[in-house]
């Protein structure tokens, strides 16, 4: 079934994670349920909850519009969320970025 609507751009994230897994202590993975996490969404986490930027000056290091911004933000914590209070694995996968290091 083809996509709707305008595709969607990539995002420059500063921020490769060395750790592309996270799992609750004790159970193993093969047991737990995933969570994929973009590497997008993780830089906006990032960008936001650990550097501390409003969420317009992240956008634009981003190199996306606020909207898009905003919905990649949601999106994360939502998955977080969900992950830490319903003990899943969180799997950080790249989508649809760029290195911005490389550029």
Known sequence: ????????????????????????RGVPLKELENISLAIEELEALRLVDLEGMQQEDAAFSMGISRRAFWEDLQNARRKV????????????????????DAE
């Open 1 to 24: 079934m083809p996509c709707r609507g305008r595709p969607k751009s990539p995002r420059r994230v500063q921020c490769s994670p060395e750790v592309l897994y996270f799992k609750p």
């Open 81 to 100: 969320a969900l992950a830490l209070t319903m003990g899943k694995a969180i799997e950080i996968a790249g989508v649809n970025y760029v290195d911005s």
